[in-house]
């Protein structure tokens, strides 16, 4: 559809002139060539005599999406606001439904090339990223044989990803997201299971001229191809709405002035930019590559992670983001170091991500902060904090760990780290009085004794619940424009 073409209908007390999109009877509803009740279908027989036209348990389908109704309980469409139907307590006219549809019109200029661009990205990008990986495994010979439904499985989380992040309604993209991922893991696992059937006759007849890897990057090539036509098969129709704007000109012809103020445009179809896409899907892949097959993952699960024993051996294969933090002056977070260890594709196609938009990439994080920067604005004894800093139950740095659904967790620090992370959880608290309040009586003649360490256990006790919260609103607040390998 290249534009909203003028329609007339006679005007009226119950129907006033508007414009609307050709072949749709604003009474009736209807589809273009969709016969009226009571009406033959081309080429179809006429009813019998005395029949009910519409048969005896037939239901005409509605004719717009559960989210899009003409009722009491109408909601706002899903999408942008017009400028000119903004309002508070405002009487719509006729004019306003032109207003409307000239922001519609617009709305869908835009939208009708992005959404095409992405049609042709999407598969594009998905298939890339993950021939990249299974590529890079079939190498490592570890799932040369066994692996084709791990790979469906994971072709299928990121696809789901990627369609997840450029589809709406929100309801919308998770069944078609969710679809897909289903009809691809069950085609992944029908190939799994034609090679396992022609593994025998290639074991019988083996070609000297072609590496076992080599058979396996030609079956991936034929899955590929399978699998690129039903990501477009399912992205198409749904990008075809979004760009087409049936509906929403139907309820703008159908609609009730009074209604008007709940009208929108369809959200915009975002750019298709091809790093975004390879990054989306990349970091769906890296969380649950992560949890299948890190060495980091003990037979008991451990969430994917090393013990405390073994931060320093990591090997490179644990799919997941490594990076360094440091609370400088006034709070202010450093990112001294982020990394990806892990997959050299997954690697790449994530390399100039913002880490905001890398949510599923399990994080590992050493977290530092200088007492004096943290803790001598707030007291001005630093001697005696010292002390207490000495005699803190945990030790510098936190290791910080933020696990592929989102979990964050924080173990060790010394009092500087907590006290960082504590004050981003209490904002507006008097952390100076609470300072001070502890150190009281602290070394002095007093009963009972308050020698450093009764100080440092009870901020810690004190601390250590609002770690997590703490760490996760530093991840948010101060760490995710970062940039990923820059």
């Known amino acids: 559809m290249s534009g909203i073409l003028a329609r007339q209908t006679a005007p009226g007390p119950l129907a006033p002139e508007y414009t609307g999109m050709p072949g749709l009877d604003p009474a009736a509803g209807l589809e273009p060539g969709e016969p009226a009740p009571g009406e033959p279908a081309p080429g179809g027989p006429a009813p019998a005599e005395g029949a009910d036209p519409a048969g005896p348990t037939a239901e005409k389908p509605p004719d717009h999406p559960?989210?899009?109704?003409?009722?009491?309980?109408?909601?706002?469409?899903?999408?942008?606001?017009v400028p000119a139907l903004l309002g508070i307590n405002r009487a719509y006219s006729e004019d306003d439904r032109i207003h409307a549809r000239i922001a519609l019109t617009a709305r869908l200029a835009e939208n009708k090339p992005r959404a095409h661009a992405l049609t042709r990205e999407v598969p594009e990008s998905v298939l890339e990223v993950w021939t990249g990986f299974v590529t890079e495994s079939m190498e490592k010979a570890s799932k040369a044989d066994e692996g084709w439904p791990w790979y469906a499985k994971l072709l299928s989380f990121g696809a789901r990803a990627v369609l997840m992040a450029v589809l709406f309604p929100e309801s919308i993209a998770e069944e078609a997201a969710e679809s897909l991922a289903a009809e691809l893991y069950e085609k992944g696992m029908e190939f799994a299971l034609e090679q396992a059937s022609d593994k025998i006759s290639e074991a019988a007849v083996e070609s000297k001229t072609e590496t076992k890897v080599e058979k396996e990057v030609s079956k991936l090539e034929k899955l590929s191809v399978s699998a690129a036509a039903m990501i477009s098969g399912s992205?198409?129709?749904?990008?075809?709405?979004?760009?087409d704007g049936v509906y929403y000109d139907r309820w703008l012809t159908q609609a009730p002035l009074e209604q008007l103020g709940l009208f929108r445009v369809p959200p915009l179809v975002p750019e298709p930019a091809p790093d975004h896409l390879r990054a989306t899907v990349a970091q769906a892949m890296a969380g649950l590559a992560h949890d299948q097959e890190s060495?980091?993952?003990?037979?008991?699960?451990?969430?994917?992670?090393f013990d405390d024993n073994s931060h320093d051996r990591i090997t490179g294969d644990e799919n997941m983001l490594v990076i360094k933090l440091h609370a400088g002056a006034a709070g202010r977070i450093e990112v001294q170091g982020a990394s990806f260890a892990g997959s050299k594709a997954l690697g790449h196609a994530m390399k100039g991500a913002a880490l905001k938009d890398l949510p599923n990439v399990p994080m590992l994080i050493t977290f530092t902060a200088?007492?004096?920067?943290?803790?001598?604005?707030i007291v001005a004894d630093m001697e005696a904090i010292s002390t207490v800093n000495d005699a803190y139950p945990s030790k510098s740095p936190a290791t910080i760990k933020r696990y592929a659904d989102g979990l964050v967790a924080v173990d060790e620090g010394g009092l500087a780290e907590h006290f960082h992370l504590y004050q981003r959880v209490e904002v507006g608290a008097d952390l100076g009085e609470l300072m001070l309040d502890s150190m009281k009586g602290m070394n002095e003649p007093v009963s009972p004794e308050r020698p450093p360490s009764v100080v440092a256990k009870e901020l810690w006790q004190t601390f250590w619940p609002a770690l997590p919260e703490g760490a996760e609103l530093m991840l948010l607040e101060s760490v995710g424009d970062a940039v990923l390998g820059q």
């Open 66 to 81: 559960a989210w899009m109704t003409l009722d009491s309980d109408q909601d706002t469409l899903p999408g942008d606001p």
């Open 235 to 243: 992205l198409g129709p749904v990008m075809d709405q979004m760009s």
């Open 295 to 305: 060495v980091a993952v003990e037979p008991g699960g451990d969430f994917g992670f």
């Open 370 to 377: 200088s007492e004096g920067d943290e803790l001598g604005p």
